[in-house]
């Protein structure tokens, strides 16, 4: 039996807005088709598809696992149970890296831990002049960040790693061409590194939200005991590219002859290095004291999200 969209709306119990947003994906309409045509009617194929994915709902599956999408800086991302939903806090750590990087001619943004690949398409998209790469330790989060840089037509070289490790320094040292290096090598350049690793102590499981502790992956949320383990590692790995002693910018013919670290190192002393983070508010000030002991030459900064947290560190 048809039945008239407003009256079927009334039959849920979850927030309205939610439940809107949900009939509008099942009728892959827009949000505001649902208001403006409230008084119209649906079929029973509909409605069954609807009700199933507010049952759904009230066992606290987010919206974006339910309609396989969520929107980051203007643009749809898929998203499932192995990527985190990105959150709109991230998107001010696009803009600061944006600012940053959109006008160098020599730049390469490496977003380490890129889930869904927002971070990595979002960028490769605003700084066409950038190289972008991106990793993760998870392979099906990996599958769904090139499945959005396909969909949105953005240039990313994905690579599979934990942190820094062997690939993705491979990756950003060979094959030169990728990385736009052929042309006036000699010049400065700055590797960019941008990163949301998981930053929560796995004690924050038992006070989050059901939607959250339930649904999305542990290994996107969690970082051993304080939170800050992975952002720690990664910064003393980076750190380790700018004060390597006795390596100099090889030239470029003999670059394949040296191991893949000292070729980083080598590019990691001769360029600029940056690192854009976002870290637990709770732990920005410790971490801010560890980059000032890593990076002594550099600025380090520390930016507020849209609360007024203080969630990204930034070292430039
Ligand atoms: C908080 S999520 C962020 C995802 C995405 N950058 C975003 O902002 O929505 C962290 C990501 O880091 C990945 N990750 C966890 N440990 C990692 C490691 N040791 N090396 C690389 N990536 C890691 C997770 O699989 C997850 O996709």
């Keep these: 039996m048809p039945i008239i969209i407003s009256e079927l709306l009334h039959k849920t119990t979850i927030d309205p807005r939610e439940a809107e947003l949900l009939l509008a994906f099942v009728l892959k309409k827009d949000w505001p088709y649902i208001i403006a045509y409230a008084k119209d009617k649906v079929d029973s194929k509909v409605a069954k ?35 985190l939903i990105p959150r709109p806090e991230t998107e001010i750590l696009v803009e600061l ?80 061409p990728s990385l736009k290096l052929r042309e006036g090598c000699r010049r400065r350049g700055e590797l960019c590194f941008v990163a949301n690793l998981p930053y929560l102590p796995s004690s924050d499981k038992k006070t989050m939200m059901p939607d959250v502790a339930k649904y999305e992956p542990a290994k996107a949320l969690f970082a051993g005991r304080d939170g800050s383990s992975l952002v720690v590692k990664l910064l003393q790995q980076i750190s380790s590219l700018c004060h390597s002693e006795g390596v100099r910018r090889v030239e470029e013919s003999s670059l394949t002859k040296i191991s893949p670290l000292r070729r980083l190192r080598s590019f990691g002393r001769n360029d600029r290095i940056a690192v854009f983070l976002e870290v637990d508010p709770r732990q920005t000030k410790k971490l801010a004291a560890l980059a000032h002991q890593l990076f002594p030459k550099h600025n380090i900064l520390i930016k507020q999200d849209l609360c007024g947290r203080e969630r990204f560190l930034i070292i430039v």
């Design 49 to 83: 598809t609807f009700l199933s994915l507010v049952q759904r709902r009230k066992k606290h599956e987010p919206i974006a696992y339910l309609t396989g999408e969520q929107p980051f800086f203007g643009r749809d991302f898929l998203v499932n149970r192995h990527t």
């Design 97 to 176: 890296v944006k600012h940053r990087t959109c006008h160098m001619s020599r730049v390469t943004i490496i977003d380490v831990g890129t889930g869904s690949g927002c971070l990595a398409a979002t960028l490769a998209l605003e700084c066409p002049n950038a190289k972008v790469v991106a990793s993760d330790v998870s392979s099906a989060a990996l599958k769904v960040a090139q499945q959005n840089t396909e969909r949105l037509g953005a240039d990313v070289e994905f690579v599979k790693d934990d942190l820094l490790g062997k690939k993705l320094i491979q990756t950003l040292t060979h094959p030169l």
